[in-house]
Every structure is written in structure tokens, then in C-alpha cells.
């Protein structure tokens, strides 16, 4: 099958730019990398930002199969070029057009970052616990409060900070506030185990100021729910090229050891594994490939914006990502066993995809979590439980 442009460009640029270099990669490199920047040389930085604002406008389809090639050779760095999607999408459908023109017209113009401040410590995953707090004071709103994770925030050319809005009748708003402004500090980078070349933040907003129109529309803990399906689907698809790239090493070790006197592919349970995980790995494609075509249909319809509010959080982003976490996390820990002794070294990459995968159970919801949104939500909702 003849790939399309987009699929063979990012693929060229993970084999040219990160495969072999998994040690500088998975050393918590100083952020945002040069070989970040150098994205941009494939004219697909941000490839979802739409054409109206100069973007690429690639679907989410297209966005799986890219994260896909990214993440084969280093997930850290897709997901440090993905993430930008669930800020963006937000400011895309909720911003006032002269906020959004300018914002997302930036980014696309100068291939910037963008991240989201939504996790605290203390509320965890119950957001409507959260204690950041927005007020309006004449003509701009004013944020303080602490945030625990937010991916890309040193580097980004904004952030959109989900804040509690107690004067407010939805309760919380969603904010865009330029890095740039005054109260906004990073106070950590987090010594993460996995995604090593990505960068995630602890951040303090103290009375950090914007424009009264820099508020987006609509609850803000309802647009980090809307915002979190392309991000959520897009994780998905990181676990499918980690789970790809597993394979490959595994079928790469099998021609050279040899057992029995004949190399391993040759054994019968070793290819019974192998066939396994072709599997795994085909349904992986196939689900993230119907998530994202679902929210694709979304997006080609005649009102977006007001069809994502109604609907929030999609059932196919959750149960995707809870789907590839689960099964990649399996595949990546069997093919560690399937390396023998060198599985345990740091001589083979499948160390650093084990540790990688596990972020697709945790971030943007842990399984629990999302077991408990799948539950009340599309199950049995919480009105209906007796
Ligand atoms: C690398 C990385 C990047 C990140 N980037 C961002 C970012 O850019 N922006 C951002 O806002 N956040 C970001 N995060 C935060 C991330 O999304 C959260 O850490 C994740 O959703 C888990 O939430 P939590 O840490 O609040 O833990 P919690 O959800 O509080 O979980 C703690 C424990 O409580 C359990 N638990 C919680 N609720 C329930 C429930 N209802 N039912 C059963 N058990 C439950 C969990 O299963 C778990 O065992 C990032 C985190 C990491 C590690």
C-alpha cells in the first residue's frame, strides 16, 4: 500500500532524527530539544491546527498514524509534538475569533508550543475539587493557584489554565494566559521514569492577569473534557507504536539467537508470541483508527463546537486509551521477557518502551478513573444507580 506524504514524512524524520539515539533521548534532555524545533522542517509542526489560521489541517486520523511513526522510534517526542492538540482544540471551538485568530495563528506561523495547567495535588483526579481560583476585576481576570503537571509549559507561547470561577454561574472557566505574563512561574521540571525527552512542570500562577476576552466559552471543566478526546486518542496511538517498535525488536533478536540449533524466529512458541502480538497490535490500529475517524465526522459537521459541548467527553477516546494502555503495557512486558537476560540491560531499547507505555494508564486519567467515568457516565448513569 502506497503511504501517504504525511505518514512517510514522519517516519523519515523518526528514523533521521531519533532512532539510535534512545540514551540522549531517555536522559531528561534539556527541553524543548533541537531535534523538537527540527519538526518543523516536515511542514507538519502542529499538523491539526486548521488551515483558516495557517495550520497544516491534518484530521485526527492522520494525527494517529503520525504519532504512531513518532512514537516507534521515541514516544517522549511524540508526545511532546502532540500534546499542544488538547490546549488548541480548546482555544479552536470555545476562543473569541480575534483571540483564536491570533493565538493559533501564531503558533502555526512559528511552530510553537502550547500546554494546559488542569491537574492539582490536592484535588487529583476529582477537578471539581480544584482550588486555582479566576475573578474578574473590571476589564481582565485575574488567576492564582497551583498546578502540579502541565507537559511543554516552560517553552510554550501560552497556556490555557482550567480555574475555579466561584462568581461565575458554570463555576470554572477555561483561561488563556500568554506564558509571558507576570505571576506565571514554572517551579519544577518532574523527574519522570518514562517519556524522558518530553518535559512536564509544576507550576504556580500568583495574581497573573489577561484580558477579559481571553476567557474561553463554556464551563471550563467541561472544555478539558472536549479538549481531552483528540489528546486521549492520540496517547492511544502512542502505545501502538510502542507496541510496533516492541515486535520489531523482538523479531530482530529472534534472527540472530539461535536455540535448539536453528535461530529463535524459526521456534514455534517464540512465533506463536509473535503472531500474538500482531494481533494486539492490529486491533490497537484499528480502534485508534475508529476513535479518531468518529471525532473526525465530529469536527466535519456543521457545528463542532456546540456537538463537543453537548457530548463532552466521547466514550471511543476513554475506552481507546483504557484499550492500548492495557494491552500495550501486556506486550511490551512480554516481548522484555522474550529478550532473555538482555531484556534486563540497558543494551536493549525494551526497558525504555516499558516505562514509556505505563504513561498511557495514568495520564489523562488512570484506569480506575476512567473505569468509573466509563461506568457512570455510559453504563449506568450516577442518576439512575440505586
Ligand atoms: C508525564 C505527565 C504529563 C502530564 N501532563 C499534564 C498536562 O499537560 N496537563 C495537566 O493538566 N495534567 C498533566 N498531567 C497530569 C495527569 O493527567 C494526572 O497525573 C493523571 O490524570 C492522574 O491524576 P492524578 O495525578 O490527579 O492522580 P489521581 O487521579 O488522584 O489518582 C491517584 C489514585 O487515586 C485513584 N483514584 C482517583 N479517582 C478514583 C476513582 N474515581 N475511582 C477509583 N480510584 C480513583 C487512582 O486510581 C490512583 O490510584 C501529566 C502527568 C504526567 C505524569
Not at 491534518?58 to 500534546?83: K, P, Y
Not at 461565575?168 to 505571576?183: F, I
Not at 503472531?275 to 490500529?285: R, Y
Request: aromatic share 6%; charged share 25%; proline share 4%.
Amino acid at each position: 500500500m502506497v503511504q501517504p506524504d504525511h505518514v512517510k514524512e514522519a517516519r523519515d524524520y523518526a528514523r533521521r532524527e531519533l532512532a539510535g539515539h534512545e540514551r540522549l533521548l531517555d536522559s531528561l534532555p534539556e527541553a524543548p530539544l533541537d531535534v523538537h524545533r527540527r519538526f518543523s522542517e516536515t511542514g507538519l509542526a502542529n499538523w491539526w491546527l486548521p488551515k483558516d489560521v495557517g495550520g497544516p489541517g491534518h484530521s485526527l486520523e492522520d494525527g494517529v498514524r503520525i504519532v504512531a511513526e513518532i512514537a516507534h522510534a521515541d514516544a517522549g517526542s511524540a508526545f511532546t509534538l502532540f500534546i499542544p492538540i488538547l490546549t488548541t482544540s480548546m482555544v479552536q471551538w470555545y476562543a473569541e475569533p480575534e483571540v483564536r485568530e491570533r493565538y493559533l495563528g501564531r503558533l502555526a506561523r512559528e511552530h510553537g508550543a502550547a500546554s494546559t495547567l488542569g491537574s492539582e495535588h490536592e484535588a487529583g483526579s476529582e477537578l471539581a475539587r480544584i482550588s486555582c481560583t479566576a475573578r474578574r476585576e473590571g476589564g481582565e481576570w485575574v488567576v492564582s493557584g497551583d498546578k502540579a503537571f502541565s507537559t511543554n509549559t516552560a517553552f510554550a507561547d501560552f497556556v490555557v489554565v482550567i480555574a475555579r470561577a466561584p462568581d461565575e454561574p458554570a463555576g470554572y472557566v477555561a483561561l488563556l494566559v500568554p506564558r509571558e505574563t507576570p505571576g506565571l512561574v514554572v517551579e519544577k521540571r518532574w523527574d519522570v521514569i518514562g517519556l524522558r525527552s518530553s518535559a512536564t512542570y509544576q507550576v504556580a500562577l500568583s495574581g497573573c492577569r489577561v484580558p477579559a476576552d481571553h476567557a474561553l466559552r463554556g464551563s471550563g471543566l467541561r472544555l478539558l473534557e472536549v479538549g481531552l478526546n483528540a489528546s486521549r486518542i492520540l496517547i492511544a496511538a502512542t502505545a501502538l507504536g510502542i507496541a510496533r517498535r516492541a515486535r520489531d525488536l523482538c523479531l530482530d533478536y529472534a534472527r540472530t539467537k539461535q536455540v535448539k540449533g536453528a535461530p529463535l524466529a524459526t521456534n514455534a512458541v517464540f512465533a506463536s508470541r509473535l503472531g500474538q502480538f500482531e494481533m494486539q497490535i492490529d486491533v490497537m490500529a484499528t480502534q485508534c483508527l475508529a476513535a479518531a475517524r468518529e471525532y473526525d465526522a465530529i469536527c466535519a459537521g456543521d457545528d463542532p463546537a456546540g456537538d463537543f459541548m453537548r457530548l463532552g467527553c466521547l466514550k471511543s477516546a476513554i475506552t481507546t486509551k483504557m484499550f492500548c494502555g492495557q494491552v500495550g503495557f501486556q506486550l511490551v512486558a512480554q516481548a522484555s521477557e522474550m529478550l532473555g537476560g538482555i531484556g534486563y540491560t540497558h543494551d536493549s531499547a525494551v526497558g525504555k518502551l516499558l516505562r514509556d507505555v505505563r504513561f498511557v494508564s495514568i495520564v489523562e486519567g488512570g484506569d480506575d478513573v476512567l473505569r468509573d467515568l466509563v461506568y457512570s457516565r455510559f453504563v449506568v448513569p450516577v442518576s439512575k444507580r440505586s
